[in-house]
């Protein structure tokens, strides 16, 4: 794994073979006491000024597609990426997703999945305005055809482990993404011109739903909450509401401020901040997005093997330094491609995860002993 191409062969390039571990079969109290012997350095963290931590993440690639219909074996296949997890250096423990999809908040409008064999769920919109959508009677996401799975499968992994085991919730999406699961993206985007008040009024709309859904699952994780979320390096110290806004990418950072930010802000004052996350190369608008209130933590890909088009280091180590927010550099590659990339990125003042893929206990061993080499 050298991190210099993409590889459109794997079902997941940033997933890791496990196997699967049952409940019965699994050492809570060895993993209780792994993630606490960790706590220190990621609260240290958080509260710093700048600094940096290396993530090994533990991505298993069934859960995050037809996998996540059998929530018992999604489970079974997370447990065993935890017990598996312990075997590399880290500075931050990996914990349980209960990822149902991306389409619990559509599920409000009425809205079910289309499922095929071997794939991950997906939605198609049916409205073809956003008039169409305001005009639709919801129901509360927790009630919906989507939702309601994605709470039975919390309920499921509390009951199953005790609620012993850090826990994100659901995978978030941003209201604009979410819009695209519930209005045709074409005619949403037209109307940004054509209407723009129904546009920010049904983005609103989904935020106020997200949000009561948020509050929901939070209930029901309690103390095991890990922050932001799926997607980023998370634990129980930090802070922020994490959600993917791959969506930004189709329009300008002058269109993304005036529309998505404030149902965005509207988040990140209920949930102790919010997280940033697109797919692809954004770091045209690193400086835009920076300027959201609340704002803790930025998400991207920063190598040709995570990315197709990945971000490239600098335009984030200029907007990011002395600023407080955290950026979760996602790096694909091996020792040597993660120390290029981290060599590029880093500045002092920054606050930075590497958030590390490496194969063998051996080669992460190399990476994390090289990045805080570099950055300490």
Not at 84 to 90: C, E, N, V
Not at 274 to 285: A, E, V
Request: hydrophobic share 40%; charged share 25%.
């Amino acid at each position: 794994m050298t991190g210099k191409t993409f590889d459109q062969t794997s079902v997941d390039v940033q997933a890791t073979p496990a196997e699967p571990v049952t409940p019965q079969a699994f050492d809570f109290e060895a993993y209780a006491d792994y993630e606490a012997s960790l706590q220190d350095r990621c609260r240290d963290f958080w509260q710093a000024e700048s600094g940096v931590l290396v993530h090994r993440r533990m991505r298993i690639a069934e859960v995050f597609s037809y996998g996540c219909r059998d929530m018992k074996a999604s489970l079974e296949w997370q447990l065993g990426g935890l017990k598996k997890s312990m075997d590399f250096k880290t500075d931050v423990p990996n914990f349980l997703t209960p990822w149902y999809g991306i389409g619990p908040v559509a599920g409000a409008f009425g809205i079910d999945y289309i499922w095929k064999e071997k794939q991950a769920p997906a939605v198609r919109p049916p409205f073809q305005s956003v008039k169409e959508a305001l005009d639709c009677a919801t129901v509360p996401v927790s009630q919906g055809s989507i939702g309601s799975r994605a709470i039975d499968m919390i309920d499921y992994f509390v009951k199953e482990t005790g609620g012993r085991i850090p826990m994100s919730l659901t995978d978030t999406q941003s209201p604009l993404n979410i819009a695209g699961n519930v209005v045709d993206m074409s005619s949403f985007l037209l109307e940004m011109f054509d209407d723009p008040d129904a546009v920010k009024a049904f983005l609103m709309q989904l935020a106020e739903l997200l949000a009561e859904f948020t509050r929901e699952q939070i209930d029901r994780i309690s103390e095991a909450i890990a922050w932001p979320g799926h997607g980023y390096a998370s634990c129980r110290s930090f802070e922020g509401l994490g959600m993917s806004d791959d969506n930004a990418l189709m329009i300008s950072g002058e269109q993304y401020i005036e529309f998505a930010a404030p149902a965005v802000e509207f988040l990140a004052e209920l949930f102790t901040g919010s997280t940033f996350h697109s797919c692809g190369n954004w770091s045209d608008k690193a400086e835009t997005v920076k300027t959201m209130r609340g704002l803790r933590m930025v998400d991207g890909a920063f190598s040709p093997a995570t990315d197709p088009t990945p971000n490239p280091p600098e335009p984030f180590a200029e907007a990011f330094a002395d600023t407080g927010i955290v950026v979760n550099a996602r790096i694909v590659g091996d020792p040597e491609t993660v120390a290029e990339i981290v060599n590029r990125l880093w500045r002092p003042g920054m606050k930075l995860i590497v958030v590390t893929f490496c194969q063998t206990p051996e080669e992460q061993t190399e990476a994390y002993d090289r990045v805080h080499e570099m950055c300490g």
